[in-house]
């Protein structure tokens, strides 16, 4: 009877030791680099590159004119670049869960060589059901947007209000 209760004590240990290893695990895609959409990158390591570098100036400048959600896109104006393919949005993955919940996404331009027009104006577009998923809808949520080229950031809030910090 003794071995009964041993089994049934080293089973049920092992049991425990298990389920906590499998819920302590990361998901594998939680650190890699993907490509939600043509112009939108999730990745936390770009992320925080992208911040890092508008300290040194080696980007492409550029500003954030105007940023404004319809529906479940993101609109952003800026001036300056070369073309809409040229900039892309890196969102760094997580989902703030305050209430409401933060979105925080950086702003690049990588202009492939090509000589680009201070004065050119472009609006982008974001989808962001491809960030936010079945978590709600999007105009719950506030997006913070960091211009990647210089110490530019603006926050969307759920009313449509637009903070900005230079």
């Not at 400048?61 to 609109?75: H, T, Y």
């Not at 060589?113 to 472009?122: G, K, L, V």
């Not at 960091?146 to 910090?165: F, R």
Request: glycine share 6%; charged share 25%; hydrophobic share 40%.
């Amino acid at each position: 009877m003794n071995n009964i209760y041993s089994f049934l004590r080293i089973s049920f240990s092992l049991c425990m030791l298990f389920a906590v290893l499998v819920a302590c695990e990361k998901k594998g895609d939680e650190q890699q680099d993907v490509l939600l959409d043509d112009n939108l990158l999730r990745s936390e390591t770009a992320y925080q590159k992208v911040l890092n570098s508008r300290q040194t100036g080696e980007n492409a400048a550029f500003a954030i004119q105007e940023v404004k959600r319809q529906d479940d896109s993101l609109f952003i104006r800026v001036l300056g670049g070369c073309s809409e393919e040229s900039y892309k949005i890196i969102w760094n993955g997580a989902i703030a869960e305050s209430h409401p919940g933060q979105v925080y996404l950086a702003l690049t331009h990588e202009p492939a060589h090509d000589i680009c027009q201070p004065s050119a104006e472009f609006l982008l577009k974001i989808n962001l059901r491809k960030i936010i998923g079945k978590a709600g809808s999007p105009e719950d949520f506030i997006f913070h947007l960091a211009n990647g080229s210089l110490k530019q950031n603006k926050s969307l809030y759920p009313d449509g209000t637009v903070s900005s910090e230079e």
